[in-house]
């Protein structure tokens, strides 16, 4: 079992910086998926940058070049940061983690075992 707690989110004008980060606690030495997804009122939950097991990173087409994953403490801490942020930026994040799989998952919100609360992000 995973347990992940995030944190940092509220709320900045547009073009401000923010930084998420997300504890992970538990089982945290079998994650294969480990990554943050959004969610915003009346949609469903979208990725936005994931790491996988052998620590390639992805992000979605809409955040390349202002967003940036990292992990750290062998993947017990998960960073977003967050920079230039726009007013569509704004949603609910959750960091999300996928333990013993063999196919990508990357994107795939339905194959993530483990969500956490979420943090509120608001650009304005």
């Known amino acids: 079992h995973v347990q992940l707690v995030e944190s940092g989110g509220g709320s900045v004008e547009a073009g401000g910086s923010l930084t998420l980060s997300c504890a992970a606690s538990?089982?945290?030495?079998?994650?294969?998926?480990m990554g943050w997804f959004r969610q915003v009122p009346g949609k469903g939950r979208d990725g936005v940058a994931v790491?996988?097991?052998?620590?390639?990173?992805y992000y979605a087409d809409s955040v390349k070049g202002r967003f940036t994953v990292s992990a750290i403490n062998f993947r017990k801490t998960l960073i977003l940061q967050m920079e230039s942020l726009k007013p569509e930026d704004t949603a609910m994040y959750y960091c999300?983690?996928?333990?013993?799989?063999?196919?990508?998952?990357?994107?795939?919100?339905?194959?993530?075992?483990?969500w956490g609360q979420g943090t509120q992000v608001t650009v304005s």
């Open positions: 538990g089982n945290t030495n079998s994650i294969y998926f």
């Open positions: 999300v983690v996928r333990r013993y799989c063999n196919v990508d998952v990357r994107w795939n919100q339905g194959e993530y075992d483990y």
């Open positions: 790491m996988s097991l052998s620590v390639n990173t």
